[in-house]
């Protein structure tokens, strides 16, 4: 069965080893199995006919049915067009052709009856089609209606016929052939509970639909089964991990306690009391923490964090806390040493530019236990550093950090595997999340601190400047500082850097006497570091700037952020760097500043970040505009090797497959069962690296 769809694609009729080779580097198609998974991406109505009275604007596409009149040669040389003119009982109308003329010619016969399917464009009160398709129908008028799939394809595929057309026709010998090979992968209970397409009746359907309905069936199956086999494999993952990995049982609560009584300098969220209870029943059940932990900037992350890194040293175990960059982990160290000071806590900081000598003596003293927590950046993970007891390990802005690189810290330790804490301020989808970190346990902090205010964010066009610089000088009369931030336009950092620098005189000129601060890329570290550290002393009121800001330092006198040419930003990055204001008692204002001409995605990413504050919500919309892999960048994208289905918009059929999965795996963990037999040859038949168990194999 497996080896019917291992077929090499060139043994296809029609194929042969040329096309062979292009399917396999244009679109990444060698065997029957990955053809007949290359589906369609869209579908062309051509099930009904219009009549040429009916056509108007709306319509993004019109089957028409009539009579060829009229043909006629118009212009000369680069002007020359073939006219046509269409008639059926309700009128008459244009079709035009600037390129293949001799060819249509040839095909066009006066007086001949012939289905026409094209775009149709209105000149003044009247309608044309340029470059239709055409077609001959059978005796019948209504021969060939149907739903056409389009494929995507390539310039050197089309070359060789390859074309949308010539993909369908390859699809259809292959149907053919494959039917009978096609297995179910789904258990009855399951097809019944859910109404789902037998698989080979979707893969069919899915290809050449027979309406809308039996379309609409063969997507929903196809997706369901694609989802329900990737929180399968997660759902599996996770049940393995907590009956594998026991977790080092850390009990003690007495350090917490003390920190909570005497140097708590201000009242917990609920969401973060609700975050430490979870995270405390975790630590203790001796099954291995692995909690995702999603809060939006500014909501207290760190600090149940650190509650959590007390219920370990107060255990006899260490803690370790590793963030992106050297800026960042800078922050926490200096933020967590002064706390744990106050309670007797020892804790020590590690990054690239930590000295040598300095490093002997932080590894000896991290190996006899007597450090209690290390920060740092990637520099944990090295081999020589080794702990004497580590009992939770807390990452800081997942995803810059792959899984190797997480799983790396397990290994810190000898025989015990440490809790596992990862803390994202980059709200991800539920839906993402479920199939990103379905492996995990999410807590979500969906609150922010008591006495912060909502930030204000308003849009300004280019023309209203004035108006911005002359608030921007009332917040500085009142001692606030404002940050300006330049966009970064990848392709020319020279174009950058003198958008920046005339941004910066610019700033200069209308702020004369106020001291500024000026960071980019192009700074050397420590200059960059010397500009931010004046910035943070408030010995400057200004912060010129590229992203570089985007993720890091907390400045809580920083009250006002000006985004210079916003519709440049993804929505995502709009949302971290309004998140470097509002950190104080003050209000905070975010301005996004564009010029007049918007495109429509530029429009929707301002106006959402004007109506919410709420990360979720503009996770959500941003996921929609970008799509997955774009948000998780290049290191998860192996997790989204989707054929069909679309996180973005395919939420509920998510949800639905998870539910599906998790029942199945309560009843069934090891797939014993006789109905669950289907379950188990797919996943057989997978090969064990595969992250998609839902492909045909």
Not at 120 to 135: C, L, Q, T
Not at 332 to 357: P, V
Not at 588 to 596: D, R
Request: hydrophobic share 40%; proline share 4%.
């Amino acid at each position: 069965m497996a080896s019917f769809f291992e077929t090499k694609i060139e043994f296809l009729k029609g194929v042969g080893p040329q096309k062979a080779a292009l399917l396999n580097t244009e679109l990444n198609i060698f065997t029957y199995g990955d053809l007949i998974q290359h589906y369609p991406f869209r579908y062309e109505d051509r099930s009904k006919i219009y009549r040429i009275s009916e056509i108007n604007e709306d319509i993004p596409n019109i089957q028409l049915y009539g009579e060829v009149r009229h043909i006629e040669l118009v212009g000369s040389g680069l002007k020359k067009r073939l006219v046509v003119q269409l008639a059926d009982s309700s009128g008459t109308i244009e079709l035009v052709w600037f390129k293949g003329i001799n060819w249509v010619v040839k095909k066009l016969k006066p007086g001949t009856a012939y289905l026409v399917f094209g775009k149709p464009v209105r000149y003044g009160s009247k309608y044309n089609i340029a470059h239709p398709e055409i077609d001959i129908p059978g005796n019948q008028q209504t021969g060939g209606l149907h739903y056409q799939p389009i494929y995507s394809t390539t310039e050197k595929l089309k070359r060789r016929l390859l074309d949308s057309k010539g993909i369908a026709m390859l699809q259809e010998a292959l149907l053919k052939l494959a039917f009978a090979h096609i297995p179910e992968t789904l258990p009855l209970p399951i097809m019944n509970g859910y109404k789902l397409l037998p698989k080979k009746d979707a893969v069919v359907q899915i290809h050449f639909p027979s309406d809308s309905v039996q379309l609409q069936a063969a997507q929903f199956r196809l997706k369901f089964e694609e989802f329900f086999y990737i929180q399968l494999r997660l759902l599996k993952l996770r049940l393995t991990r907590i009956e594998k990995y026991k977790g080092i049982v850390l009990t003690n609560t007495q350090l917490i306690k003390d920190f909570y009584h005497d140097h708590l300098p201000f009242t917990l969220t609920d969401a973060q009391k609700r975050v430490i209870k979870e995270a405390y029943h975790d630590m203790r059940s001796g099954k291995q923490m692995n909690r995702l932990l999603q809060g939006d900037v500014g909501s207290g992350k760190t600090m149940v964090a650190f509650i959590c890194m007390l219920q370990a040293v107060g255990s006899q175990a260490q803690a370790a806390l590793m963030a992106p960059t050297e800026i960042l982990a800078d922050q926490h160290f200096q933020g967590l040493k002064a706390y744990a000071e106050k309670i007797g806590i020892r804790i020590a900081k590690l990054t690239g530019s930590t000295k040598k000598k300095d490093r002997r003596i932080l590894h000896e003293k991290l190996q006899s236990g007597e450090t209690n927590i290390l920060v740092g950046t990637h520099a944990l993970l090295e081999d020589e550093v080794q702990f004497h007891k580590l009992g939770l390990a807390v990452v800081d802005e997942q995803h810059r950090f792959g899984v190797a690189q997480r799983a790396k810290l397990w290994q810190k330790t000898d025989n015990i595997y440490p809790h596992v804490l990862v803390m994202t301020a980059t709200p991800i989808p539920r839906t993402l999340a479920m199939t990103l970190y379905g492996d995990l346990d999410v807590s979500v902090i969906d609150e922010l601190p008591s006495g912060r205010k909502p930030i204000k964010t308003v849009h300004f066009f280019d023309s209203a400047r004035l108006r911005l610089f002359g608030f921007l000088k009332e917040q500085i009369a009142l001692g606030r500082q404002v940050y300006i931030v330049y966009p970064l336009i990848e392709e020319s950092e020279k174009l950058d850097y003198n958008n920046l620098m005339e941004g910066y005189e610019s700033i200069s000129r209308a702020f004369p006497g106020v001291p500024i601060s000026i960071v980019h890329g192009k700074m050397k570290p420590e200059d960059k570091d010397f500009e931010m550290q004046r910035f943070v002393r408030n010995e400057t009121k200004i912060m010129v700037a590229t992203t570089v800001i985007e993720v890091g330092v907390n400045v809580p006198n920083a009250s006002v952020m000006v985004v210079e040419n916003a519709e440049r930003f993804g929505l995502a990055q709009l949302h971290q760097l309004r998140g470097r204001v509002g950190r104080g008692a003050d209000q905070s204002y975010c301005f996004l500043t564009t010029g007049y001409k918007l495109s429509k995605e530029g429009r929707l990413r301002i106006n959402t970040l004007v109506q919410t504050n709420n990360g979720f919500e503009i996770a959500d919309i941003d996921l929609k505009l970008r799509g997955p892999g774009e948000i998780t960048g290049t290191q998860q994208s192996g997790v989204l090797d989707l054929l069909i289905a679309d996180l973005g918009k395919d939420g509920d059929i998510l949800q639905q497959a998870r539910q599906a999965a998790q029942a199945l795996l309560a009843v069934d963990p090891e797939l014993n069962n006789a109905e669950n037999a289907p379950v188990r040859r797919q996943i057989d038949a997978q090969k064990k690296t595969a992250i998609n168990w839902s492909r045909i194999s």
